[in-house]
């Protein structure tokens, strides 16, 4: 019971980091929002923040045990 409630914290704590990456990376996105005219078709430039962000959180919750996942 006692290793499910550490579990559960754990999870809790990785739960507030991705909340505060996911954060980060969406003021990093409004930051660096870039918009590019190039003959009449927008190109919209997203940085690599966010797909940095979502390979950082797969690989968090890949690295928990199964049971705490």
């Not at 290793?3 to 809790?12: A, P, S, T, Y």
């Not at 991705?18 to 005219?37: A, N």
Request: proline fraction near 3%; avoid cysteine.
């Amino acid at each position: 019971m006692q290793r499910l409630d550490i579990g559960m914290q754990r999870l809790d704590i990785g739960m507030q980091r991705l909340d505060i990456d996911m954060q980060r990376s969406y003021i990093e996105m409004q930051r660096t929002y870039i918009v590019r005219t190039d003959s009449k078709k927008l190109q919209i430039i997203l940085p690599s923040v966010i797909i940095a962000t979502i390979k950082t959180t797969n690989q968090t919750v890949s690295n928990l045990p199964e049971s705490e996942r």
